[in-house]
């Protein structure tokens, strides 16, 4: 058996174009911001340039030497670590039977998607509380007017109509959202694709077992896909003999950290459903 011959960067495309398919909270990220990501603790900077100003053009006028842009920058901390490590019958047979090697990574990809979905909707407890929405007793006839408030606070904090955002709810809050039938007069042709449930004023609305609940709440994101940024890498896949098994095995390290960058572009909607 010629472990030798496993091709850690072919796996390690694979199992990030899978991770891509998994995410919901990730993929509604600024991904944008990815650099060299080499261990837990890295940093990743993140730039952003301040507002340009409009002014009256009055023909055959000289105009204003351009105003000089101000930029900042954060840093967004890799303070993520999570491993995978799991066995198969031999590495190289696998790879000469594709099924076997994309169901593992597949499972791999999964299990790091949840997780990494998770730690991206904890940042839920990151919002300016006046940036909170309070619900206490969700109604079938009150939800549209939830969303509505939603996008109505978007608005008033400066988001333009025409910046994409994202409605995340979780299944519970998402099957108020059905009985209402208020999706059902929305162009929601893909829907239920990769947890889109449908598109409604403005959201593309997804539904995920990962958005955070605390104390019987339901901590729904209303937001811009630039609110938050997240940056990734996928570290040190390998394949192994271990010493006590007559087996192959492969571990790999998936490298993330994400931050709210936007908060003005971040609504929480904190749900309570009732008895």
Request: proline fraction near 3%; hydrophobic fraction near 45%; aromatic fraction near 8%.
């Amino acid at each position: 058996m010629a472990i030798s011959s496993f091709i850690p960067t072919v796996w390690s495309e694979t199992l990030l174009t899978q991770l891509d398919r998994e995410y919901i909270g990730v993929r509604n990220c600024n991904r944008d911001f990815e650099g060299d990501i080499k261990d837990k603790g890295s940093a990743v900077k993140i730039g952003s340039i301040g507002n340009i100003s409009v002014f009256n053009y009055t023909k055959d006028t000289d105009m204003n030497s351009p105003e000089s842009l101000s930029d900042s920058a954060m840093t967004l901390t890799i303070d993520q670590a999570k491993a995978f490590n799991f066995q198969i019958d031999d590495i190289d047979r696998a790879q000469a039977q594709p099924k076997l090697m994309q169901a593992a990574m597949g499972q791999a990809a999964a299990a790091l998607a949840e997780v990494a979905d998770k730690y991206v909707y904890s940042l839920y407890s990151n919002a300016d509380s006046a940036n909170i929405i309070t619900v206490d007793d969700l109604q079938v006839d009150t939800a549209i007017d939830l969303i509505v408030d939603a996008r109505e606070k978007l608005l008033a904090n400066g988001v333009n109509s025409n910046i994409p955002t994202a409605l995340e709810i979780t299944p519970e809050v998402a099957a108020v959202l059905l009985r209402a039938k208020i999706l059902n007069a929305s162009d929601n042709a893909g829907a239920f694709e990769n947890g889109l449930l449908g598109k409604l004023i403005g959201f593309d609305i997804y539904v995920s077992p990962n958005v955070a609940k605390d104390g019987g709440h339901h901590k729904c994101i209303a937001r811009t896909k630039r609110a938050v940024a997240f940056a990734e890498q996928l570290n040190e896949v390998e394949a192994y003999r271990p010493e006590s098994r007559f087996a192959d095995a492969l571990k790999g390290l998936h490298l993330y950290g994400a931050k709210l960058v936007y908060p003005s572009e971040y609504i929480v909607l904190d749900i309570g459903l009732g008895a």
